[in-house]
């Protein structure tokens, strides 16, 4: 496997300075000539190559998995070569040369064009962001495009502090307090969307909990729900004086009127990766979205298909852009924790300025057995 696809773009991100001091290790090439060997003859850190750490009879030993003896040699190559380059400093340092050079660096927000850019898809600006002006480099002039704010929530867990989408809710959904291992019966649906794990995800926590789940701390929860469930509705803060055109208006002194023209460009909803049965819920056209108290459109629901966004071939995400009648509102929230309250004179709006987002399941045909709908991820893009 020589990864010949990501190591082409990533040498285009190295030759247009994005990415600095990159390192890459492909496995197969240094690995091969002593595997090929028979196991008496290889050097001892090829031997036992496929023998995994667990204990016996865990899940997960896979072909595509790497065993312990991989895991130390990457350790080991990438220990070299950070040796390497201490052995040049050393050099350098006992025959007295001494040069000290500021650390390159580069604006977060400014980007080459896009490897892989999709024309005409109106998704791909959350992707790649937006070109912008020109720049001249050597070789000639390039074009620079920057990424927009955004913002995301997800339920999966760990998760940073402040991207919990259940803290995101309004309305619709079912008790809390039930566990996402326990099973659900149609009568917690009817309550509202219900956060839970899939079934083969459920299934393969419960094997590996004898294990201390092999150190895996990831849960793949979702929010589920089908058509019983009703409207499943969040509030989407906005970080007001970070979208351009408020920005503009604040450098005037003047409080920006808040719409969604002037806040909200553009949302993302993502469903839970997840083997699942064949008639199970279409994320694009088995759910209503409304935003600001207006519909959306089925046809302005677009299916994000592009690489990295798939499981198993099953597209996962939907992107829309706000209706323009979509009214923003404002809520009353406490400061979060961690977030200083804003500078005087400055207007608090971007601690309760947003919109709401509702979604709901429209096709009665979605049954919990065959794999009822599911929100994981949601992605805003401000103005």
Known sequence: ???????????????????????????????????????????????????????????????????????????????????????????????????????????????PKP???????????VLFGYPTNTSVKKGGVQQVWKMTNKKCLTTFQPSVPGSELENAIVSGRAAKDVSVMEPKSMASFNKGWVLDLGHDEKNAKRILHPYNGLGFMDSKQALYGVKASGTLTFFLKFDL???????????????????????????????????????????????????????????????????????????????????????PVVKNLAIEEGNEPPSAGVPDLSAHTGIELGIAVINESILLRNGPCSVSHIIWEQA
């Open 1 to 111: 496997h020589m990864a010949t696809k990501r190591r082409a773009m990533l040498q285009k991100y190295v030759d247009d300075g994005v990415i600095l001091d990159s390192f890459l290790l492909v496995t197969d090439p240094a690995t091969t000539p002593f595997l090929d060997l028979a196991e008496s003859s290889r050097p001892p850190g090829f031997q036992k190559w496929r023998k995994f750490g667990a204990p016996p009879n865990t899940p997960g030993p896979m072909a595509h998995h790497p065993a312990v003896k991989e895991h130390e040699w990457i350790a080991w190559m990438i220990a070299l070569h950070f040796l390497s380059v201490l052995e040049i400093v050393a050099a350098d340092i006992a025959s007295g040369v001494t040069s000290v050079a500021p650390l390159r660096n580069l604006r977060s927000d400014s980007l």
């Open 115 to 125: 490897v892989t850019l999709m024309r005409g898809k109106d998704f791909e600006n």
């Open 241 to 327: 004086f970070h979208t351009q055109k408020s920005r503009a208006s604040y450098k005037e002194s003047v409080v920006p009127e808040v719409t969604a023209e002037n806040t909200c460009k553009s949302i993302t909803v993502c469903q839970v990766n997840e083997s699942r049965d064949e008639k199970e819920c279409d994320i694009q056209s088995d759910l209503e979205f409304t935003v600001g108290g207006v519909s959306v459109p089925p046809e302005d629901v677009q299916i994000i298909n592009a690489d990295g966004i798939s499981y198993k071939g099953k597209q996962l995400c939907v992107y829309f852009g706000v209706p323009e009648r979509a009214k």
